[in-house]
């Protein structure tokens, strides 16, 4: 059975300071990974996938994500925060895709940007 | 393109009645998902769909959840009858590539 871990469920950091958003999976065949953005009281928006190929893979907002086999890790990171990017980002492991079977997500990570 | 629509936005209503959540899909997409949000346990898959076949149901709390999709273009969520603990956020997402999932704005419901 597939499953995420997320370190820390409120992680804060100054505006400017680098993001870095801790995920762990795990997973019985080679996952498909993603992490989504949720803004208060809306949808989930995806940020960034792996599939294949490239380990570092790059989203939208200036965020990122490097997959690593051997730690089984896929974190999150951000050069420089803004205040903007304040909101609960969750990690997300298929099997198959994300579109062939349904996706399990980590508890999620409240990222708060202090001024 | 509108997104995944889903309606109502907000329900509340009172234990032992009857709840229909919908969705509707963004068009071409060809599989549907139903999750389940809520500060105990997270986001939860209750079940998807590909071609509006339902292909895995396991995550379907209780007998008291349903849920259908007669065409391409619409699905439900039923709870009947609802219960206080069935209250959280209920999301459908769409896909047609396999690769993102496409989530609609939620249906926050309270039952009382």
């Known amino acids: 059975a597939q499953s995420v871990t997320q370190l820390g469920s409120h992680v804060s950091v100054s505006e400017g300071a680098l993001v870095l958003l801790r995920c762990n999976y795990s997973s019985s065949v080679p996952p498909y990974l993603f992490w989504y953005v949720q803004y208060p009281n809306q949808g989930l928006q995806l940020l960034l996938k792996?599939?294949?190929?490239?380990?570092l893979v790059k989203g939208i907002n200036g965020f990122e994500a490097e997959f690593k086999k051997s730690e089984t890790s896929f974190h999150l990171t951000k050069p420089s925060a803004h205040m903007s990017d304040a909101a609960e980002y969750f990690c997300a492991v298929s099997d198959k895709g994300g579109g062939a079977d349904g996706l399990t997500f980590g508890k999620g990570t409240h990222l708060i940007i202090q001024p | 393109d509108a997104g995944v629509i889903q309606s109502p936005r907000h329900e509340v209503t009172e234990m032992g009645q009857e709840v229909t959540l919908r969705c509707k899909p963004i068009?071409?997409?060809?599989?549907l998902f139903w999750y389940r949000q809520t500060m105990m346990r997270g986001l939860e898959l209750l079940i998807y769909f590909n071609n509006n076949v339902p292909i895995d149901d396991s995550g379907m709390p209780e007998d008291r959840f349903s849920a259908k999709m007669p065409n391409a273009s619409f699905s439900t969520l039923k709870i009947q009858p609802s219960e206080p603990r069935d209250s959280a956020v209920y999301f459908c997402a769409s896909t047609g590539n396999y690769n993102e999932q496409f989530f609609g704005p939620g249906t926050r419901l309270t039952v009382l």
């Open positions: 068009s071409g997409h060809n599989s």
């Open positions: 792996y599939t294949t190929g490239a380990t």
